[in-house]
């Protein structure tokens, strides 16, 4: 019988090469690694015959990679990831980047850096990724059950303060208001290059904890910005990867209101859009357990308005109406304290009147309730400032679907011009998913001269 053959160990030339960037000797990096796994509890006792092993292409066990990881990191002054230092093992394969809650924030920092590293390098399995369906509702348990992270202060790299803190809150600000003008498909890529090039560096640098825990906050927003906008370029799949990372980031700030806000307004309507009603109510449900008296009554206003889109595409008209009651109490809470009260965090503010009538607009159309998803489309609209641009659109075609419910046909194409005319202003496949709806709605009605016009319009809009 003939020997098997031995399988060689290829020499590890990624971590040769940044140990060579770091400007380390092996026993230096040893003592690196050593200090860094001390600071997490493990008690690691490599040398430098421990670091020419791993050059020669072992793999050290356990937590051992994300630790030699941060310790290069450190020295360099930037995040380092396990894939970087050739340590990843099958850990960090293209299918799974983003899609995993880590149960540490070393982990957490990771993950994130190596999702926006990913998509900066435009690989195909994130554009071409699709949607997988366990991931929708398993991030949302981890959530659920994780405790608050003790401690997320690092002493590693440029010190960050308050002032960096602050700036990417303002671009946050910034890159929104350019998405809701002019659509994601001209804003993504700046939100990703700056995430990628800046915010990296931060998050890998040196930060107290107060400091670390509004950084953390920063970040998520940002990170779900970049999820939403994955969304309006027709990437649900890199959507998902983004929104279950801000989850996490909203983990390690502390912040389980806005936890609870990814889940309903990102993670329910991404689920929405695919068609997953369960999915949209178990996620809304979530967020509210999880954010039980820690949001503000219209954050309570939008779950609630998140769990009745689910009940609604599942035809349950009773229990929608019931959901809907809820959230339109919980509003009435919000504007009987005051638009002065300072209560709201930034990141609900928007949720007024006008997007609660629109979210109920999409539960009456998905029930066949066409005179009340006209009502609510109309005070929708009526809400909605002119800046909200796509939101109109959307509300345009909201409002156009239930005169089509009405069979006032030529009513409803005059309405979909609108919004096609605001559209055509927009980079955003969101825009064209819901004007595709609108004209498979027309389709019955497919002989009348309005609908040929308007089909003909829409055609030139696509040229």
Partial sequence: MAARPLV?????ERLQALIQEAGCSNAGLARRVNMCGAEHGLDLRYDKTSVARWLRGQQPRGRAPAIIAEALGRKLGRTVTIDEIGMANGKNLASGVGLQFSP??????????????SDVGRRDFLSGSSVAASALVEPSRDWLITAMDQQVARSAGARVGTADVEAVRAMTEALTQLDHQFGSGHVRPVVVHYLNSVVSGLLAGSYREAVGRELFAAVARLTELAGYMAIDTGQPGLAQRYYIQALRLAQAAGDRGYGGYVLAASMSHLAAQLGNPREIAQLARAAQEGARGRVTPRAESMFYAAEARGHALLGDARTT?????????????AEAAGPGSGDDPVWIRHFDRAYLADELAHCY?????????ERAARDALDGLPESRVRRRAIGLVLLASAQVQRREVEHACHTGMRAVELLGTLRSNRGAEYLDDLQQRL???????VVREFGARLEIQAA
Avoid: K
């Fill in 321 to 333: 109406q019931l959901v809907v009651a809820r959230a339109e109490a919980a509003m009435e809470r």
């Fill in 104 to 117: 540490t924030v070393l982990g957490a920092i990771e993950q994130v850096c190596e999702l926006w590293r």
């Fill in 443 to 449: 389709e019955p009605f497919r002989e009348e001269a």
């Fill in 8 to 12: 060689a160990r290829q020499p590890n």
């Fill in 365 to 373: 159309r998905d029930l066949g309730q066409a005179e009340a998803a």
